[in-house]
């Protein structure tokens, strides 16, 4: 499990691929039940909800996290 950190629309996490993304959050939208896109300016990332949580919270659905997202 992937924790995104959300402070003040500022996200850092770590991909395996990317290693360590820190940046502002420019778009966040619901792709389907289970993923999003999270917009920053390193670039557009699908956020599966099984795989991440956002600050140590675990989401049922990609729309609570989602407004979890655009409301911190």
Known sequence: MIDIT???GYVTFTTSVLGAIASNV???EV???NSLHLGTN???FLINIEQ???NNIKFSTSTEAVNYILNN
């Open 52 to 54: 991440f949580t956002i």
């Open 42 to 44: 390193v670039g557009t």
């Open 6 to 8: 959300l402070e003040g």
């Open 26 to 28: 420019e778009l966040c």
């Open 31 to 33: 792709v389907d039940d």
